[in-house]
């Protein structure tokens, strides 16, 4: 193999795994979306729950409950 085709088999070796890493990033940033996602879910589902039992309560003390 003569040095450009060297050359050449490198810089093919270095985009290759360029783009691994790159993949690699975009496979992160996915899941870590997915997670925020699914945290925040979670999140306004507790605060639902706790309006609901907040509104339940002031009910209940209104009588407005019954």
Excluded: C, H, I, P
Excluded at 7 to 20: D, F, I, P, T, V
Excluded at 23 to 49: F, H, I, L, P, R
Excluded at 55 to 61: G, H, M, Q, S, T
């Amino acid at each position: 193999m003569d040095n450009s085709q060297n050359l050449s088999y490198q810089a093919g070796q270095a985009k290759g795994q360029a783009q691994e890493k790159g993949n690699q990033m975009m496979d992160k940033a996915a899941n870590t979306a997915q997670s925020v996602k699914e945290t925040m879910q979670e999140a306004g589902q507790q605060m639902q729950a706790k309006a609901q039992g907040a509104a339940d309560a002031v009910k209940n003390a209104t009588g407005f409950n019954k």
